[in-house]
């Protein structure tokens, strides 16, 4: 897959950042020791939980080195890993284990989500937000345009979308743990214009689908790609654009 690009995540910090707020303030800990951030990206998320909890020892896991040399310049106080979350497993377990938009990327959550939560002390929590938004026409544009063009070979398979619905992780993780909190929050994100939603999800989700490409290929595949989003999100009376945008939270307290 093409390497992360912390500076083109970084255009929409705030939408990307409000997420990991939110999943944040529902953390009922005073002083939790030990705090890591699995798929910290950037930092941003990351230094919410070091301002959250300045006592506390703070890590931030991630494999992509761009994400990690932004996140290192900006909050150098910080424990920053290159790992990967599919292959983590700490000595030490942790106060609070905190993912926010990281774990769609990693497959086979039936066996994921359980040992992450293995991995919280007693009286901890695991908490992990997740994009759920497939089904929305950005998303669903991509898969089709994937399938429909002289591309469709190599781009075959390319989805990485990992999350189910909220009742698998409650079925999956309530026997673990004393108590599950779940539930969803469609933002309403305003953007300038339809480019700009191009411009958030390269950032993301449209990664897979341009890093097999040739140059051509991929400038067409963007050309017609844009037109479809033209076409699926209308303009408001001022002429930006509401792009909803749907997201899964959860919460296990051990």
């Known amino acids: 897959m093409a390497p992360w690009d912390a500076s083109?995540?970084?255009?929409?910090?705030?939408?990307?950042?409000?997420?990991?707020?939110?999943?944040l303030a529902r953390i009922a800990l005073a002083a939790p020791a030990r705090v890591i951030d699995l798929g910290c990206g950037p930092g941003n998320s990351t230094a919410l939980l070091a301002a959250r909890w300045p006592a506390a020892h703070i890590a931030g896991l991630d494999n992509a080195p761009d994400m990690l040399a932004t996140a290192r310049r900006a909050h150098?106080?910080?424990?920053?890993?290159?790992?990967?979350?599919?292959?983590?497993?700490?000595?030490?377990?942790?106060?609070?284990?905190?993912?926010?938009a990281a774990l769609q990327w990693v497959p086979d959550h039936t066996t994921l989500l359980p040992r992450l939560l293995a991995s919280v002390a007693p009286g901890g929590v695991l908490a992990v937000?997740?994009?759920?938004?497939?089904d929305a026409p950005a998303h669903r544009l991509m898969r089709e345009l994937a399938a429909d063009g002289p591309w469709a070979g190599q781009l075959a398979g390319r989805s990485r979308a990992h999350v189910q619905a909220p009742g698998f992780y409650y079925d999956l993780l309530s026997p673990q743990a004393?108590?599950?909190?779940?539930?969803?929050?469609?933002?309403?994100?305003?953007?300038?214009?339809?480019?700009?939603?191009?411009?958030?999800?390269?950032?993301?989700?449209l990664r897979p689908f341009l890093e097999p490409l040739s140059q051509?290929?991929?400038?067409?595949?963007?050309?017609?790609y844009r037109a479809a989003l033209e076409r699926a999100y209308?303009?408001?009376?001022?002429?930006?654009?509401?792009f909803p945008f749907r997201r899964l939270f959860l919460i296990c307290r051990v």
């Open 234 to 242: 209308e303009p408001q009376a001022d002429g930006r654009i509401i």
């Open 76 to 100: 150098p106080a910080v424990s920053w890993i290159d790992g990967d979350i599919a292959g983590w497993s700490p000595i030490e377990r942790y106060d609070v284990v905190y993912s926010n």
């Open 8 to 23: 083109q995540y970084l255009k929409f910090e705030d939408q990307r950042t409000r997420p990991a707020m939110d999943l």
């Open 178 to 205: 004393r108590a599950v909190d779940l539930w969803e929050t469609e933002y309403q994100q305003i953007m300038a214009e339809p480019a700009a939603i191009l411009e958030w999800v390269k950032g993301t989700a």
């Open 216 to 224: 051509d290929h991929r400038a067409a595949f963007m050309t017609r």
């Open 129 to 134: 937000q997740m994009p759920r938004n497939g």
